[in-house]
T-cell receptor, first 109, second 112 residues
Framework: EDQVTQSPEALRLQEGESSSLNCSYTVSGLRGLFWYRQDPGKGPEFLFTLYSAGEEKEKERLKATLTKKESFLHITAPKPEDSATYLCAVRSNDYKLSFGAGTTVTVRA | DTAVSQTPKYLVTQMGNDKSIKCEQNLGHDTMYWYKQDSKKFLKIMFSYNNKELIINETVPNRFSPKSPDKAHLNLHINSLELGDSAVYFC???????????FGPGTRLLVL
């Protein structure tokens, strides 16, 4: 069974303090690794898809990278509006998405 | 314009009742999904339909029955609600089963 583990569970940052979130995975045939952002009381919002080791994607202050066993979401100089839960998911050969429990990021001004 | 919408947003009901949640997408996608997010925030796939055909049916109590009247709609009917059914239910859609999934705002179900 596909497994996704995210760490840390929670991350408190000062505005401007860069950090990284980790997503380690075990999957039978990776068909994509996805990052979503979820705000309280809302549905997950798509951020990135990564397909192969070495791939990187960027969007504003966020940068996602992928290796054969894990993915990192780097937050550079975060702002309070970056506060959210960040979810990682993997898709395997059967096209199901398996999600991790998420990392809740709080950025203080 | 809302891409994936769900109704109702909140649902509070008694144990033993039957309830339905509706989902509509205006993205022109042909695959739709139902997920359950429990109190620990894990999102778990329940069902998926592709062009009105059931393609994913996880180990879910048969009190849960999805119905897709057309490829833009996927409803979830729950019979004999139990306390453990309390959760947030999310609908999602994608262009094809292998494409990126886009989520609705969720339906918060509380069973008393």
């Amino acid at each position: 069974e596909d497994q996704v583990t995210q760490s840390p569970e929670a991350l408190r940052l000062q505005e401007g303090e860069s950090s990284s979130l980790n997503c380690s995975y075990t999957v039978s045939g990776l068909r994509g690794l996805f990052w979503y952002r979820q705000d309280p009381g809302k549905g997950p919002e798509f951020l990135f898809t990564l397909y192969s080791a070495g791939e990187e994607k960027e969007k504003e202050r966020l940068k996602a990278t992928l290796t054969k066993k894990e993915s990192f979401l780097h937050i550079t100089a975060p702002k309070p509006e970056d506060s959210a839960t960040y979810l990682c998911a993997v898709r395997s050969n059967d096209y199901k998405l398996s999600f991790g429990a998420g990392t809740t990021v709080t950025v203080r001004a | 314009d809302t891409a994936v919408s769900q109704t109702p947003k909140y649902l509070v009901t008694q144990m033993g009742n039957d309830k339905s949640i509706k989902c509509e997408q205006n993205l022109g996608h042909d695959t739709m999904y139902w997920y359950k997010q429990d109190s620990k925030k894990f999102l778990k796939i329940m069902f998926s339909y592709n062009n009105k055909e059931l393609i994913i049916n996880e180990t879910v109590p048969n009190r849960f029955s999805p119905k897709s009247p057309d490829k833009a709609h996927l409803n979830l009917h729950i019979n004999s609600l139990e306390l453990g059914d309390s959760a947030v239910y999310f609908c999602a859609s994608s262009q094809e089963a292998r494409e990126t999934q886009y989520f609705g705002p969720g339906t918060r179900l509380l069973v008393l």
